[in-house]
């Protein structure tokens, strides 16, 4: 396998900048996620990476060797795309070979890639149907066979789960990085789905408008986010954002939220104490407030009262959709919470957990 290095990497389509000077650093066996809205660039840096667009500037490396001129089929990668792109006159056996017999690999070596990589993949029973008698399951599995029997530096995919239904992708998540863990592969991954990304990756690669936001392992990512964007885009429910105020009072710093004062810890205050009277956008997860009736520890410092908008069950937790005098907020709540719709609830913030953000650059402060 191979490390991927991307150095300054920019592309334009006319006046469009798709990728704006991008660096990224990929080690070898890693596995990589480029996440972010449609349009942020992601699947772009992966046909970048291919070979599939050429580059307006910068450098691409896989391993030692600069691959800016050299064609997709000899920069020893393999790609799996949304669309499964079988041959249908094909049966699954042809469609795992067919890439190995264009190369004019011997039959005996061809034959022991595909039961390999059939074997692998759990598909060794259905080498003789053709992709029309495939679940959408199986189909993906040919798919990832094909690229396995290439026995490639690296793998790259771009969204490739993204045509299965709920239950399956949860499923192939789990395969593709059981994959990932038995052939040691380096693969970059794109995806606009975080949840996938926090799952599957070793690091993630939150892009947008081109542009790198953060990189990093996805709980650091999800616990120490660079900016309002990445707090926003990392976590399901998204983050709530608040606008506040922050002051100094006895020695301690509040921020100051619809009608709210809530006290901040006073590991913030080094970070804070530059905003003392100015404006700030605080954020909270939704997992990070709590019903009072459940949860020790509150303080008149740390509760809001707000009401009840909307409810939605999931079983071992229920979110509550709330209204925090003019602003609204979701919170994850304990599933013994028994407060109905149209009445009011004190929520109790897990404050050492929430965040603050400078309102002009969106940058964090803490």
Known sequence: MARVVLKNVTKKFKEVVAV?????????????????????????????????EEVTSGEIYIGERLVNDIPPKDRDIAMVFQSYAL?????????MAFGLKLRKYPKEEVDRRVQEAARLLGIDNLLKR????????????VALGRAIVRKPKV????????????????????E?????????ATIIYVTHDQVEAMTMASRIFIMNEGRLQQAGPP???????????????????????????LHQKDFSYYVDLENNQLKLPSSFNQSISPYDGKSVTFGVRPEDLHDKDFYQGATPEST?????????P????????????????VAKLDSRTRKQVGQEIEIVLDLPKTHLFDVKSEKTIV
Do not use: W
Not at 87 to 95: R, T
Not at 130 to 140: D, N
Not at 169 to 174: E, I, K, L
């Open 87 to 95: 041959y249908p006159h094909m049966d699954v056996y042809n469609n």
């Open 219 to 245: 709980l650091e990512v999800y616990e120490s986010p660079a900016n309002q964007f990445v707090a926003g885009f990392i976590g399901s429910p998204a983050m709530n954002f608040f606008p506040g105020t």
């Open 130 to 141: 053709r992709p029309k008698a495939l679940s959408g399951g199986q189909r993906q599995r």
């Open 20 to 52: 704006d000077n991008i660096s990224i650093d990929i080690e070898d066996k890693e596995f990589a996620v480029l996440v972010g809205p449609s349009g942020c660039g992601k699947s772009t840096t992966l046909r970048a990476i291919a070979g599939l």
């Open 176 to 184: 593709i990085s059981k994959l990932h863990n038995r052939l040691e």
């Open 314 to 329: 999931l079983g071992n937790e229920v979110l509550f959709y709330l209204i925090l005098g003019k602003l609204p907020m």
């Open 304 to 312: 809001i009262r707000a009401k009840i908008e909307l409810i939605e």
């Open 155 to 174: 793998f790259l995919f771009d969204e490739p789960l993204s045509n299965l239904d709920a239950k399956l992708r949860v499923a192939m998540r789990g």
